[in-house]
């Protein structure tokens, strides 16, 4: 997990916004002081000290200004003006005036000035850039005036511990958290106690860094210094909380923070003189962050819930649609996705999330033309941005070279796996091409240990998988490499997402695998066609059907179904429990073959899953699933009895592109009137995305 960083809101286009409103309203003022005829050049200079100290700086300003109408060489107004302008961001003005001050300003004042001009271009460079393709301009430029001030020699020792620390804020708004936590960590002895905005800058940056636990700390830190409410053009400090007690391992924490915030915040804020209420930005971003976090944690339908309901509310909000969007992907519907993500695009073309996520629908419909290209604008819109460079990462994984092994070893007493039997196969994929295109070379190895003596059957071969959209389909060729059967098989399938909802699969083989291995002693083969259809109209609900035809070289014709629903029945932070009914069955033509081939058999059974996170760490992640399944086996010719399946298994992944899988399994299940059993060790490996 990582911290998202989105476009910024209305809220960090403000400042600029406000200064404007600010110098109107001065503008105004003064002009309707100066037509109210003789005042005191003392008392109108007590006012503007005064409403200084209140805070009032436009009614200063404008008190001010009136003054320099009827005195313009007042030299202590001028000077007032020059600091009245620099705190209200005007500094560029307050610059020019100030170098024409007579006598000029003292050394400590210049420094100030300047000093207030980096941090008021500090401020500024977090609202929406000039240049969507250039939005680090401002940021760098802030940073390379506060990196000039710090190595000025002549800065007063005040001054330079200051813009020290205004350096560390704009490293961090310049999307360079590396700069920012070396900085931090080679001068907080020196620097320490920090101020409460210095440390939310510093969580940023810890959070860009991957140190979360520090993270925490200077959250903490700096909201029990200053609760708020805070400045409109400053995020909310308890959403970055948020995340970082969520990248820390603490969901509990995470989730009571976000929720607490989007209860306290009202919907609407009124101003004074505005008759209508005007929605509250930062209630909007609350609601958005307590549903992105449950996204994150595996409760995409809890997310999508909040979202649609917001996002009705206000269709035109492409925050909402963007985010909206990336849920349902979550959720397993990419083209319901691609829609709304391209909506937001419409919305917000600075939006740099929405062409992340369009990158991320395409690559789950096997759609790869547009996606380099999505990412290149991506880039040049936040180079900087970790969720673009997270996205690009990925992608390179998938397009290039997939490594997957997998292995079984079972032991039991069936006369179809004999004592001890295995299986393992091997595929390595080359990396895309033309978007379409992927070569394979594969290898299978299968034994067992049958009452008759060992068996074996090996494969080597090569195949082609190709690739439209919302298609995935192979051929591939596999010579035998055993002495059993002999048979080269041929091998072709696809897979055909027609919708968000309806999945249509077919493999078909001239010498399947899936024939019995104990056919395979007695040199018999089979030609195998199997099918299947599904409906999934989330990831809460799935219902298949499968079909499948076997035509043994032996004269036997098979013909078997399954039907299964799964339904979600619980869902928790990082934790799923599912239900469902599994019923299928087989006819042979034929009977006393040797190998299992009732004249008629049936099954049922009742199935449940239960899947879980045992730790993560970002991309580090370590689950857990347990899979049961109890239910009855009819035979023709025999009588009814119990069958039951339990398997247990983890899997780990150490980083991204690389994951590692193990179960253990338990099967059994009467054949013939004999109760068989079964034990199974299963390893995995994949290697790419």
């Not at 070289?553 to 299964?564: H, P």
Request: glycine share 8%; aromatic share 8%; charged share 25%.
């Amino acid at each position: 997990m990582a911290l998202i960083h989105t476009t910024p809101t209305r809220a960090a286009r403000a400042p600029r916004a406000r200064l404007c409103l600010a110098l109107a309203l001065a503008l105004q003022g003064h002009l309707a002081l100066a037509t109210e005829g003789p005042a005191d050049r003392d008392a109108l200079m007590a006012q503007v000290r005064a409403e200084r100290q209140q805070g009032h700086r436009v009614d200063a300003l404008a008190t001010c200004q009136a003054i320099l109408d009827r005195w313009p060489d007042d030299r202590e107004a001028q000077a007032m003006n020059v600091a009245l302008l620099t705190e209200l961001g005007a500094t560029t003005r307050a610059r020019e005036l100030a170098a024409g001050l007579q006598p000029p300003q003292s050394a400590a004042d210049r420094f100030r000035l300047e000093a207030d001009a980096v941090g008021h271009a500090i401020r500024w460079a977090n609202g929406e850039p000039a240049d969507a393709r250039k939005p680090y301009e401002e940021a760098d430029r802030a940073v390379a005036d506060a990196e000039a001030l710090v190595n000025d020699a002549s800065l007063p020792a005040d001054l330079r511990r200051r813009e020290r620390l205004d350096l560390l804020v704009a490293l961090d708004q310049a999307g360079r958290s590396a700069e920012a936590v070396k900085r931090y960590d080679a001068t907080k002895k020196a620097d320490a106690p920090f101020p409460p905005y210095v440390e939310r800058a510093m969580a940023d940056a810890m959070l860009g860094q991957r140190r979360p636990d520090e993270a925490v700390a200077l959250y903490e830190d700096a909201i029990a210094k200053d609760p708020g409410p805070y400045d409109p053009s400053e995020p909310e400090p308890r959403i970055g909380l948020m995340y970082a007690y969520l990248e820390s391992g603490q969901t509990t924490k995470a989730m009571q923070t976000i929720d607490a915030l989007a209860a306290k915040e009202p919907p609407w804020i009124r101003l004074r003189g505005v008759r209508l209420p005007l929605d509250n930005p930062r209630k909007v971003d609350a609601d958005v962050a307590a549903a992105t976090l449950r996204e994150y944690v595996d409760m995409p339908a809890d997310a999508y819930a909040r979202l649609v309901a917001m996002s009705r509310e206000a269709p035109a909000n492409a925050q909402l649609r963007s985010e909206l969007g990336m849920v349902e992907l979550a959720r397993g519907w990419p083209r319901r996705a691609e829609q709304d993500i391209a909506i937001a695009g419409t919305l917000d073309e600075r939006n740099t999330g929405v062409y992340v996520g369009l990158t991320e629908a395409a690559r789950a419909l096997h759609d790869y033309g547009e996606v380099d290209d999505d990412l290149a604008t991506a880039r040049a819109m936040g180079d900087r941005n970790g969720r673009v460079a997270r996205s690009q990462q990925s992608w390179d994984r998938e397009r290039g070279w997939q490594f997957d092994l997998s292995a079984e070893r079972g032991k039991g007493s069936s006369p179809d796996f004999g004592d001890r039997d295995g299986d393992t196969q091997a595929s390595v994929a080359s990396p895309l091409i033309d978007d379409h295109w992927r070569v394979l070379a594969l290898a299978r190895y299968s034994m067992a240990d049958l009452p008759e003596g060992e068996v074996r059957r090996s494969r080597v071969g090569l195949g082609v998988r190709g690739y439209a959209r919302g298609i995935e389909a192979y051929v591939q060729v596999l010579p035998s490499a055993d002495r059993y059967v002999g048979k080269t098989a041929i091998e072709a399938g696809a897979n055909w997402s027609m919708n968000d909802y309806w999945t249509l699969s077919a493999d078909f083989s001239t010498a399947g695998d899936e024939a019995p291995l104990r056919g395979q002693y007695y040199g018999i083969s089979a030609k195998t066609l199997d099918t299947a259809v599904s409906w999934r109209p989330s990831e809460l609900f799935q219902a298949k059907l499968g079909l499948s035809r076997d035509n043994f070289s032996d004269g036997n014709k098979r013909t078997g179904w399954l039907a299964s629903v799964l339904q979600r029945l619980h869902t928790a932070p990082n934790l799923t429990l599912d239900g469902g009914i599994e019923v299928g069955g087989s006819m042979n033509t034929l009977t006393e073959r040797p190998y299992f081939n009732p004249r008629r058999d049936l099954s049922y059974a009742l199935t449940g899953r239960l899947q879980n996170v045992l730790g993560q760490f970002y991309e580090r992640t370590w689950t857990q699933r347990i899979d049961v399944a109890v239910g009855q086996y009819d035979e023709q010719g025999f009588a009814t009895d119990w069958m039951a399946t339990v398997r247990y298994g983890q899997v780990f992944t150490p980083h991204a592109g690389f994951r590692l899988g193990w179960g253990i399994g338990w099967h059994n299940q009467p054949y013939d009137g004999r109760r068989e059993h079964r034990v199974v060790l299963d390893l995995t490996l994949h290697w790419g995305e």
